[in-house]
């Protein structure tokens, strides 16, 4: 299915964003677009994360948009930097597909398939030396 104006709005919001955007922070930077109600942003994230190109982090109560092409039904896991801020999103097949099948074995029906884990980056904890750092030229 296409995505609907408002699908597309809110998308292009979020792969604009430096960091991952709560709902009432994703309508401020659509009013413009001619939203004007939380409901609308809710709508099309539920639609956007159906399709698997939003992910809604529990922790951070913001969503991101997909930079790996999960794809619907996928469970996917963050890395989320709680000194810097930074997430990264990580998907690996086989734990995506042996948690997919316990959960299935369960006839559970899951809407939420993110796993969030806290902790601090390698640039963070100095570990990564070769790490860009945006501000000072290379
Ligand atoms: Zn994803
Ligand atoms: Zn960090």
Do not use: W
Not at 14 to 38: H, W
Not at 73 to 102: P, W
Request: aromatic share 4%; net charge negative.
């Amino acid at each position: 299915m296409p995505l609907t104006d408002n699908q597309r709005h809110v998308l292009d919001a979020l792969r604009n964003a430096e960091a991952p955007l709560g709902a009432y922070a994703l309508l401020e930077r659509l009013r413009e677009d001619g939203f004007s109600a939380p409901t609308q942003v809710y709508r099309a994230l539920e639609g956007l994360k159906r399709k698997g190109l939003v992910h809604r982090l529990e922790t951070l109560n913001a969503y991101v948009p997909c930079s790996l092409e999960c794809g619907e039904q996928a469970i996917t896991a963050f890395v989320i930097c709680d000194d810097c801020g930074c997430i990264d999103e990580l998907i690996d097949k086989a734990l995506s597909q042996s948690l997919g099948l316990l959960v299935k074995r369960r006839d559970f029906s899951p809407d939420s398939m993110t796993i969030e884990i806290h902790g601090t980056c390698a640039r963070c904890a100095g570990l990564d030396d070769n790490a860009t750092n945006p501000s000072s030229p290379r």
